[in-house]
Nanobody, 122 residues
Framework: QVQLTESGGGLVQAGGSLTLSCAASGFTFGVANMGWFRQAPGKEREFVAAIDRRSEGEYAASVKGRFTISRDNAKNTVFLQMSSLKPEDTAIYSC????????????????WGQGTQVTVSS
């Protein structure tokens, strides 16, 4: 079955960096489009970044220039490098796969990981 397992979250000071990882299994990772989303307390889940099978990325305006999405198809893993972190980046970050769709629409992502907590202190 499809499994997505995030890691790398934690507590960091504002201005700091973190790299999240998402290990995937149960599907053909190399041809799948992948995405990162986040959900802060009391808010809806929002798009952060997506990557297609050719490693073309797309970003939410709020993270563009600070976050970088990448993938290692040999390791079935997608990464989210986060720098210049702000307190408003505090959220649970989840990875997901949308299969053949390269999209920012969370409704088209059909498998999700459990998420990893990122907390940015001011």
């Amino acid at each position: 079955q499809v499994q997505l397992t995030e890691s790398g979250g934690g507590l960091v000071q504002a201005g700091g960096s973190l790299t999240l990882s998402c290990a995937a299994s149960g599907f053909t990772f190399g041809v799948a489009n992948m995405g990162w989303f986040r959900q802060a307390p009391g808010k809806e889940r929002e798009f952060v970044a997506a990557i297609d099978r050719r490693s073309e990325g797309e970003y939410a305006a709020s993270v563009k220039g600070r976050f970088t999405i990448s993938r290692d198809n040999a390791k079935n893993t997608v990464f989210l490098q986060m720098s210049s972190l702000k307190p408003e980046d505090t959220a649970i970050y989840s990875c997901a796969t949308s299969g053949k769709y390269f999209t920012t629409d969370k409704g088209l992502y059909n498998y999700w990981g459990q998420g990893t907590q990122v907390t940015v202190s001011s």
